[in-house]
């Protein structure tokens, strides 16, 4: 499930600074939406933009900039009907019901549904939907991996969307609230964050083949336990086995509206559409995988010391897995063992020196360790054994996502 941010309609002093600090703190896709500006006002706008964030725009309007500042697409509207004449560009357009949908995911990369909810930023504009209407929808098989829910997008309603099988949530009034005004920019990004931590729940499961499970049953266990974010890992398998198995998974994490991660195959992860990539110190570099993949997938590295997390945010990756915890069996040529202290200290680094990516720690974890882990300041954790070796996997999953939450 993927976070899209819609800017303000109208321009504001200052709001350049604003979505560079945002695009900094993961800000994977902004709608760029000024129906009132000139074309040398978005113009200027987009030269005040740092142009590595250039890839993540996508314009409502003035088409004619796409190319000279190589933004990610269009999204079609009343005003800007017809799509570019250029290929490779992201299309996207808006529909206000269910039919409309089904119709536009055929010819679109993405589609926005609105309104779900009741819009914060438009004063009596009401949700048209019934959470019965979604669900059959869905039901129906609308392509809801490619239909964003547009109105009233709030860190309460985020849920209620993943739900209704929605690929993805599109949020202004809530990120945007007084900003224009008050220009306070800690509570810009602290309602960012409290939006971007849903997209970032805080267990990943590791999927590990055992004699009583396959690698398939594993994932279909730790979903069931409620776990939204799996990561699959064949080290011993060749990329078409991981493929193969990779599609399956796919299909599986959908139904719970949960993203699948690929370990260390970049090509399969492209080829699957997955929602992204984890890579190990061993395997390809962050920033040749980031020029095959593009910027619609996230990327996760593998860390042991501080210094490689810098080296890592340097690369352009979008989350850490920092460990190991303690001595596992799943892994070969393990690095040191880091241990709750070097945790401790490890996350102080990373707040001394302003570094956000999200951190997960990694490796031996047992649910009795999750509350010690949490109390240091990463941002969830990574677990695989510990889960498939409890007598009930399922209850066992349930019980650590409920600690998780609880920590959070």
Known sequence: MSLIVITAENLFEGEAEALNRLFERGMATLHLRKPFATEAEVRRLLEAIDS?????????????????????GVHLNRRNPAPPARKGVSVSCSCHSPEEVKAAVEKYDYVFLSPVFDSISKAGYTHAFSREALQSAKDAGWGGERVVALGGISQETIPLAAACGFGGVAVLGALW?????????????????????FFFPPL?????????????????????????????????????????????????????????????????????????????KADMPPRKARQLLGDGFIIGGTANTFEDILRLSSEGVDYIGLGPFRFTATKKN???????????????????????????????????????????????????SAILQASDPVEETKKVVAILNSKL
């Not at 007084?178 to 931590?197: E, G, H, I, V």
């Not at 102080?348 to 649910?367: D, F, K, T, W």
């Open 177 to 197: 609230g007084d900003y224009p005004k008050t220009k306070a920019m800690n509570a810009l990004l602290k309602r960012f964050d409290a939006l971007q931590s």
């Open 52 to 72: 590595r964030f250039h890839g993540r725009i996508v314009l409502h309007d003035r088409f004619s900039l796409l190319d000279a500042f190589r933004l990610k």
């Open 204 to 280: 990943l499961f590791i999927t590990h083949q055992t004699e009583r499970y396959t690698c398939l049953q594993s994932v279909e266990i730790a979903l069931a336990g409620g776990c939204r974010r799996i990561q699959l890992r064949m080290k011993d398998a060749s990329p078409a086995e991981v493929e193969k198995t990779g599609i399956i998974a796919k299909e599986l994490c959908a139904r719970y509206g949960a993203e699948l991660y690929v370990d260390d195959h970049v090509e399969v992860c492209k080829n699957i559409r997955a929602a992204g990539v984890h890579l190990g």
């Open 334 to 384: 393990l690095s040191p063992i880091i241990g709750l202290s070097g945790y401790r200290r490890i996350a102080s680094l990373c707040r001394e020196q302003n570094v956000r990516l999200p951190v997960l720690a990694i490796g031996g974890i047992a649910q009795g360790d999750i509350a010690d882990i949490m109390s240091v300041g990463v941002s969830g954790v990574a677990m695989s």
